[in-house]
């Protein structure tokens, strides 16, 4: 290692999805010009690239593109930078001096960079996540190895299916499989309400008659090498299966649509603080980590419902990581803590610099109507959302402004 | 007279909305409940008498980098089209190279939309049968 010649950069962003994009596009346009976009796959765009359905780009574009175009859009433009890309590349370590370890084939490098952005994404929760006791039959998926498979691959994946978890990339695969010929017996979701779009419950489910079964698990898994069917059973409220509620659903295969984990392996060698809330790490305004230089967005520093605002929170990383990368500033800023009260699952920044207005995300724990977000400081209320329909599904945003913020130490955001 | 209860899907709010319709073929809206604003009404009627959808979905392509292009409508169609149009994208098997926006079928079921590539797939620079 130490023999290795290290290769020197303004921004190396790690991701080629739709947050690396924006990352490296709006970091080019402020003025970075010594840019490394890394990508592990043999093409740009990431999950956008599988999501061939639409509705993708309504706030951005005010139009319903398909995901390979709404990538398309961020690709060309970054056709136009002199942003360098380097596909089937994947870091293999990041750490706290911001030097990279590069593998691609058949070759090996090392790069240390002035500023990095985190734009890995997520990954699905598995089978082992949720641990189904049964036996370990070919044919369980997660929904999205199967639109991998069935969207890119050209590979039919089934042809009796049933569905656990209602995200939305399991009510979009129930679409998908039955158009193509399969025939989807059930949507099964544990919790007492879907945790998809309501446009997706009807455009992909009701539709094609499809029945979603709220309070509902797969138990068990049968077959010895393809799956033959599941045990399915309803659950109380403490989410434990009701005896004699069980009853067996011959299938050939099992989508599983129970969760997104931020992948952030990277992030945990690098040593950088991470949310037990968010699963990503913690950042304050400008989008930095507690590790100086380091900036995260997109699914990687929480898991987004909508592609349009992984872009703009991108944009934002993109601009305050050039900043960084073209100052000589080595300070966190960011002193004002933002914590979750009631109701609220978790916000995003973590911490906030009171001279910068901030926009905060946030989810709240259940569905419920007519309530409001609100954002207390010192005793008063700094900022308040009125909303008709809150869902954990849906992230919302809360723009703060500067000037509302000085004298306070300490935020709350709670339901009012 | 029959209810249905659908979910608004114009805006953020979801109103839950209760839709009186008559026993037609196709049913006529006879009165809506639980609306915030008139949008929930007009798109109660559209949803009830003539549900309108977009779809997606891929065809095969011969002689690309990819073995398959993701189409959609280019805007959207009777919801009962639905079958028969994915009947029509089915068919479907054009060579490489495709671009973006390419329109490769007009009309199909007769519903005046037309099928475009979302993906553009370049011609493949080694077959895939001497890959293999």
């Not at chain 1, 446009?199 to 393809?226: A, E, F, M, W």
């Not at chain 1, 304050?284 to 929480?302: E, Q, Y």
Request: with cysteine; hydrophobic share 40%; proline share 6%.
């Amino acid at each position: 290692m130490s023999l290795m010649k290290v290769e020197e950069r303004d921004l190396v962003i790690i991701g080629g999805g739709p947050a690396g994009l924006a990352a490296a596009v709006s970091a080019w346009e402020a003025g970075c010009r010594d840019i490394l976009l890394v990508e592990r796959d043999r093409i740009l765009g990431g999950i956008l690239n599988q999501c061939i359905h639409d509705g993708f780009g309504l706030h951005t574009f005010n139009e319903a593109l398909s995901g390979p175009e709404y990538a398309a859009r961020y690709i060309e433009k970054l056709g136009q930078t002199g942003v360098e890309v380097r596909e089937q590349t994947m870091v293999l370590r990041l750490g706290e001096d911001r030097v990279l370890q590069l593998a691609s084939r058949g070759s090996y490098s090392a790069v240390r960079a002035r500023a990095v952005i985190l734009a890995m994404g997520c990954r699905e929760r598995p089978r082992g996540a949720i641990s189904i006791p049964g036996t370990r039959p070919s044919g369980v998926f997660t929904a999205g190895a199967a639109q991998h498979l069935m969207n890119l691959e050209n590979i039919m994946v089934g042809n009796r299916v049933c569905i656990l978890g209602s995200g939305d990339i399991g009510l979009i695969m129930a679409r998908r499989m039955t158009l193509e010929g399969a025939s989807v017996a059930g949507v099964f979701e544990i919790l007492p309400y879907s945790s998809g779009l309501p446009r997706n419950i009807q455009q992909c489910l009701n539709d094609y008659d499809i029945p979603l079964h709220l309070s509902t698990t797969v138990q068990k898994i049968h077959g010895s090498r393809r799956l033959e069917g599941v045990t399915v059973a309803q659950v109380g409220p403490d989410r434990s299966p009701l005896e004699g509620t069980e009853r067996y659903i011959p299938c050939d295969t099992l989508l599983l649509s129970v969760g997104l984990i931020p992948e952030n392996e990277l992030s945990r060698d690098a040593s950088i603080p991470l949310d037990a809330r968010t699963n990503g790490p913690q950042v304050d305004s400008r989008f930095m980590t507690r590790v100086p230089g380091i900036f995260a967005c997109g699914n990687v520093l929480h898991v987004h419902d909508l592609v349009d605002y992984v872009s703009q929170e991108a944009e934002e990383a993109g601009r305050h990581a050039a900043a960084w990368a073209g100052a000589s500033e080595s300070s966190c800023e960011g002193t004002l803590p933002v914590l979750p009260g009631e109701g609220v699952r978790y916000t995003l920044p973590q911490k906030i610099a009171p001279s910068r207005s901030t926009v905060l995300s946030l989810r709240v724990t259940a569905p419920c109507r007519n309530r409001s977000v609100v954002v207390r400081g010192e005793g008063r209320v700094i900022a308040r959302k009125s909303l008709v329909r809150l869902h954990p599904a849906e992230m919302i945003r809360i723009p703060l402004e500067a000037k509302s913020l000085s004298g306070v130490s300490q935020l709350e955001v709670a339901l009012g | 007279m029959n209810l249905r209860e659908l979910t608004c899907v114009v805006c953020p709010n979801g109103c839950p909305l209760a839709i009186t319709c008559s026993n037609d073929d196709p049913p006529r809206v006879l009165s809506v409940e639980g609306h915030l604003c008139p949008r929930g009404i007009r798109w109660a009627k559209q949803e009830v008498e003539a549900p309108e959808r977009t779809i997606a979905s891929s065809i095969l392509v011969t002689g690309g980098e990819m073995p398959l292009a993701s189409v959609r409508t280019d805007r959207s169609i009777p919801l009962k089209k639905i079958p028969e149009v994915m009947e029509a994208i089915r068919t479907l098997v054009l060579p490489a190279p495709l671009a973006l926006g390419e329109v490769v079928l007009k009309d199909p079921a007769g519903t005046e939309c037309c099928i475009i590539v979302t993906r553009a797939v370049a011609s493949a620079k080694v077959s895939r049968e001497e890959v293999a």
